[in-house]
C-alpha cells in the first residue's frame, strides 16, 4: 500500500511513510471488512462514518507539514486510523481528537490500545465543530468530514503560524481547505483540489 502511495506521488516525506508504514490498518478496520484493509478506498465503520482512503489520509498528512512536537487537534476521530498516523509524526507532541458518536469512540480507543504503536492520542465525545477548547491552541487541526463553511471555533483555537486542513463545499463534494493563521484576525487561505468526505455534522456543520 505504502510503496503505491509513493510511486503515485501521495507520499513524499520520510517522517509520513515511516508513520504510515508502521500503523497495521487492518486494526483500524471492521473484521468483516480487513481483506480490504490495504485497498486504497474508503471503508463503512459504522454509524455511517468511513476510514478514509489511503491516498487521502497520505495527502492531509504530507499538507499539514506536521512537526515532531506539535499539539494537533483532529474532528472526526472514525476509528482512530489517521490520528494514529499522525501522533507517530508528532512523535514528541500530542493529538486530541473529538467525535459525536459515543460508540467510535469506544472502538477508537480500543483499536488504538490493539494496535500498539500509537502515540498520545487522546479521544473525546462532543461537537467537533466546536473545536476542543480545553486544549487550545493548536498547531494543527484537521478535520476528516465535510463542511458547509469553516467553523469560526477551529479558527479561533490555532496558534499563529498555525494549519487548518478541512474539506469545505456540499455533502457531495468539497474542496480541501489549508488556512494557516497569520495574525491574531489573519488568515491566508489556498485550495488543494477536491475531495468527498461524509457530511461534518454539528453547530457550524450540516
Keep these: 500500500m505504502v510503496e503505491k502511495l509513493i510511486s503515485y ?3 513524499r516525506s520520510e517522517k509520513v511513510i515511516r508513520a504510515m508504514l508502521r500503523v497495521p490498518r487492518h486494526e483500524f478496520v471492521p473484521e468483516d471488512k480487513r481483506k480490504y484493509a490495504y485497498s486504497d478506498e474508503p471503508l463503512p465503520i459504522g454509524e455511517g462514518q468511513t476510514i478514509s482512503a489511503p491516498h487521502m489520509i497520505a495527502i492531509m498528512c504530507e499538507a499539514l507539514q506536521i512537526e515532531s512536537d506539535h499539539h494537533i487537534l483532529e474532528v472526526g476521530t472514525g476509528s482512530g486510523y489517521h ?5 507517530l509524526i508528532a512523535d514528541k507532541g500530542e493529538v486530541y481528537s473529538v467525535e459525536r458518536h459515543a460508540r467510535l469512540v469506544e472502538i477508537a480507543r480500543r483499536n488504538i490500545i490493539r494496535a500498539g504503536c500509537c502515540g498520545k492520542v487522546t479521544i473525546v465525545v462532543g461537537d467537533g465543530t466546536l473545536g476542543y477548547e480545553e486544549k487550545a491552541p493548536y498547531d494543527r487541526i484537521y ?9 469560526p471555533p477551529l479558527l479561533q483555537q490555532l496558534k499563529v503560524g498555525g494549519k487548518l486542513l478541512i474539506p469545505v463545499g456540499s455533502k457531495l463534494g468539497q474542496e480541501l481547505k489549508r488556512i494557516t493563521r497569520i495574525g491574531d484576525d489573519e488568515y491566508r487561505e489556498e485550495n488543494l483540489g477536491g475531495c468527498v468526505f461524509v457530511p461534518l455534522v454539528g453547530k457550524y456543520g450540516w
Excluded at 83 to 87: D, G, L, P, T
Design 9 to 11: 506521488g501521495y507520499l
Design 83 to 87: 490520528a494514529c498516523v499522525v501522533s
Design 143 to 151: 478535520v476528516t468530514a465535510g463542511a458547509p463553511r469553516v467553523p
